[in-house]
């Protein structure tokens, strides 16, 4: 049996016969599994979906309680039989809730990934080496140029310019779903205890990050405060925020930015940020190469990013590896363009 046999890759995702299912589908599909909430990853509109507790939630939070005709939690470790095939899922490190998913038919085993970073988070569960025959990685930051480095140290250049400028409001830019979390807790830990403001489109899911027992401190939602009582604080909120109107409101503000992509300074100046943070949900080049060598895989299959370096990373080591040309996986990390526009302070986003 091939590998292709057990999950076909398509432009709209990855696909199952034998268990009659795809994985994180980017058309309505009958069942689908999804390794996490990301709109990119997790759309509505499936017949079912199985994925872990905290996914499903999030995507309630976000597409309403009808998102799926059917849902499935399933927790880590856990096995389900679909078909031909059983399925495990297994924590990815990339955002709350985020799992690889590995599918074993006939004594062959392949890991969907999803994305994932192998770097400690404190708003979720480390990820997990699963050994497999084929691996089916992200290549998000798959060049030498990116590596991602200490979170802690960017965090410290944060709070040194909160020191500086104790007049200034920071805003820092950072996706929603897991950076946002990620940061304030990142924040918390480096011991700054005063309240963090949040942008509206912010606070459903950071409510839900609190609710599942993640420590962010206080908190205070931007809506209502006024201008002067902003001077020296912090506040977290979308990307595409930045460069809104709705900076006015605040007191000198400054603008940060937390994403992978500050690795390339050119990109921060030409999007205006003046404090630039390299912190990602992604794996970085180290990361990647080392997870692909970790698992053993004989074969390796590359999604949304960068493919041909990691694809010819792989073959200079003897590995098969080819790209998967799957539409519609995106980088809901990092950009400020791309980002979903908040719409002001109450703004949902899409
Ligand atoms: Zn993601
Ligand atoms: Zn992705």
Redesign the pocket.
């Known amino acids: 049996m091939r590998p292709e046999d057990i999950l076909l890759p398509t432009p709209s995702g990855v696909c199952c016969k034998l268990g009659n299912f795809h994985i994180d589908p980017t058309r309505p599909v009958e069942r689908a599994l999804i390794t ?1 909430a ?1 709109s ?2 997790a759309r509505a509109g499936h017949g079912a979906v199985l994925a872990t507790a905290e996914t499903l939630d999030l995507m309630r939070l976000r597409y309403g309680d009808n998102f799926a005709g059917a849902t499935q939690a399933i927790r880590y470790g856990e096995s389900v039989t679909l078909g031909g095939t059983t399925v495990t899922f297994h924590p990815a490190g ?2 709350l809730g ?1 799992a690889q998913i590995s599918v074993v038919a006939n004594g062959l085993r392949i890991v969907a990934s ?2 994932y970073k192998n770097v400690a988070d404190p708003t979720c569960v480390p990820f997990e080496l699963v050994p497999c025959d084929v691996f089916i990685t992200e290549a998000t930051f798959a060049l030498p140029v990116f590596r991602h480095g200490d979170p802690d140290g960017e965090i410290a250049k944060l709070l040194r310019s909160v020191t500086l400028f104790p007049e200034r409001a920071h805003l820092v830019g950072a996706y929603s779903l ?1 950076k946002a979390q990620r940061l304030i807790a990142l924040i918390r830990k480096a011991g700054y205890d005063a309240p963090i403001y949040l942008h509206g489109a912010m606070e459903k899911i950071t409510g839900y990050y609190a609710s599942r027992g993640i420590a962010l401190g206080e908190l205070r939602t931007v809506r209502g405060a006024g201008k002067a009582s902003l001077s020296g604080t912090i506040t977290i909120c979308p990307p595409s925020a930045l460069n809104d109107l709705w900076t006015r409101r605040f007191p000198d503000p400054l603008a940060a930015f937390a994403s992978g992509w500050m690795r390339v300074r050119a990109r921060a100046r030409q999007q205006g940020v003046a404090l630039p943070l390299v912190i990602s ?2 794996a970085d080049w180290d990361g990647l190469t080392a997870t692909v060598a970790a698992t053993g895989a004989g074969e390796v299959w590359v999604t949304h990013g960068q493919e041909d370096a990691l694809v010819h990373w792989c073959a200079t080591r003897g590995r098969k590896a080819r790209p998967l040309d799957i539409v519609g996986y995106g980088d ?2 990092d950009e400020l363009t791309a980002a979903p526009q908040g719409g002001g302070e109450d703004g949902e986003e899409p």
């Open positions: 996490h990301h990119d990853h990339h955002v985020s999803g994305d897991g949900d992604h809901e990390d």
